[in-house]
């Protein structure tokens, strides 16, 4: 350590030391700051700025990490002295002593090895500069200046950097309010999302809850008799919401699984026309009042997919247009494209505005004007995407307000799954 008193108590440095192409310089910095956006863009136009005034040939920035490590979140080496040598040369030991101290530390450092080499000499020899960066009468960070080969640090120029340090501070200030009010908003965001999810899925629970209790309860009346057309009908009610509550549980679950990566796929050699077939062969039995026309292109290939999950989106994409485009007619189309498989679901229902096509797949968004017309949880489009992207395929919706809406699907014909040896191969999305 340099024996020259270092002490400082932290309070802002006036600048009438400088000279006028010194001030110049700092008054430069001080417009960065003011206008700074990106830290380290910042810091870079600092350097620069500050490098005419000030020699130095490496510059590091030290920040508290997670509240305990000290690490570099900026370093430049400059000019002289640059080697892979000079490059490493970022004075963690002066900054830990910085750090501990509160102090501005200078030290010079003289590595024993003899060399004739001049340029290696000079690297032996560091003059290192810490100081603090304090930040709400905290250290959050150490500048560290390190000059190879000298000259030292002469008073002058140790206020001189404290100067620059003292701006530096002030960038630190802004960086950590911005994150501050980024997390602040995140959590409001986040405490938002669950109040409403919680309100959401409450009702959607409760509503098929209500209806299979209530129609469960009237049946088992001791006073009351029911005929056989009216039984079946409450019976078929209960059945129905036990169904829809089943599928919103199963939503939930596979959401959840989503977030948590956990979503397996049990990837098979298929033909797409058999599945489409199936899924036909469903809606058409016991839907007579179904305007659903199917159009299905035949073709004796087959292809890579997890049947269970297609025929979970074929579902959804028929179920959503026969709920908000309920005096639709709906045309399902299958065709083969040369490199893939072209799955087409068209209603002639309300349509969806252009602003909400790419949003209809995010996690719980539901159109907010369509809310109130068929109950949902927002959550079907999202696993449909998923489920979709985990076969390398894509799906997205098209709109004219009004003129109806089709959800597009396409399925790679050639895509295979990672290490699919065997006839079964399990990938998680
Ligand atoms: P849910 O139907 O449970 O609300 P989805 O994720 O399946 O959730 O759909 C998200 C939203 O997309 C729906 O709430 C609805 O606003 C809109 N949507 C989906 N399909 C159609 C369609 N065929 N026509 C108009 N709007 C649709």
Known sequence: MCGMDTSMEHHPLSADFLEPRELRTIYKISRVILQAVDTSAALKQIVYLARPIFIFD??????????RTLSPTYARALGRGRSTEADMAWGEAVAGEVFQSGDVVLKEEKRAEETDDRHKARLNTRFFLGLP???GGQIEGVLVFIRFGGPAYLPEQVKLARLIAEHIERLLERQILVERVANLEAERRLDRLQQEFVATITHDLKSPLGFIKGYATTLLRDDAQWDAQTRKEFLTIIEEEADRLAQLIDNLLDSSRLQTGTLRMDFQPVNPVDIMRDFQQRVQLGNDNLDVKFDIETCEEVIWVDPYRIMQVLDNLLSNALKYAPDS????????EPQRV??????????IPEDQLDKIFKRFYRVPAYANR??????GLFICQKIIRGHHGEIFAESTLGEG????????RKWRPAESAGLESEESV
């Not at 072209?342 to 349509?351: V, W």
């Not at 809406?405 to 790679?412: D, I, K, N, Q």
């Open 405 to 412: 809406a089709a959800f597009h699907v396409f399925l790679p």
């Open 342 to 351: 072209h799955i087409c679901f068209q209603d002639f229902g309300p349509g």
């Open 329 to 336: 007619p709906v045309r399902v189309s299958l065709s083969w």
């Open 133 to 135: 960066l304090w930040v």
């Open 58 to 67: 490496n510059v590091v920035l030290f920040q508290q990490e997670n509240n």
């Open 374 to 379: 068929a109950t949902g949880s927002g959550l």
